[in-house]
């Protein structure tokens, strides 16, 4: 199947930036779309970005302006640019991805600390 590991993680001030990066593995042909998610302490996962297969982007309001997603197919790898960081922006980053060959189920990495301080 599918299997996601993220990275890039860590504590950073407020008005800083991180990079997190999500390598895919296993059945990696043909992957469809594949996003990032965040939880922040006590809330809900919620949406971030997503990128298509055709590198078509789409972002949560919150993140606009601020994140950018990439995708590098060749190496089956998204990141996501995180600039002008906000302490609303600490959660669990989880990376997440589609594959036509299973079409009803989503793939989650592990996950990664964001720590944001004022």
């Known amino acids: 199947q599918v299997q996601l590991v993220e990275s890039g993680g860590g504590l950073v001030q407020a008005g800083g930036s991180l990079k997190l990066s999500c390598e895919a593995s296993?059945?990696?042909?043909?992957?469809?779309?594949m996003g990032w998610y965040r939880q922040p302490p006590g809330k809900q996962r919620e949406l971030v970005a997503i990128?298509?297969?055709?590198?078509?982007?789409h972002y949560a309001d919150s993140v606009k302006g601020r994140f950018t997603i990439s995708r590098d197919i060749a190496k089956n790898t998204i990141y996501l640019q995180m600039n002008a960081l906000k302490p609303e922006d600490t959660a669990v980053y989880y990376c997440?991805?589609?594959?036509?060959?299973?079409?009803?189920?989503?793939?989650w990495g592990q996950g990664t600390q964001v720590t944001v301080s004022s």
């Open positions: 990128i298509t297969r055709n590198s078509v982007t």
């Open positions: 296993g059945v990696t042909f043909q992957l469809d779309d």
């Open positions: 997440e991805a589609d594959h036509p060959l299973w079409p009803s189920r989503d793939f």
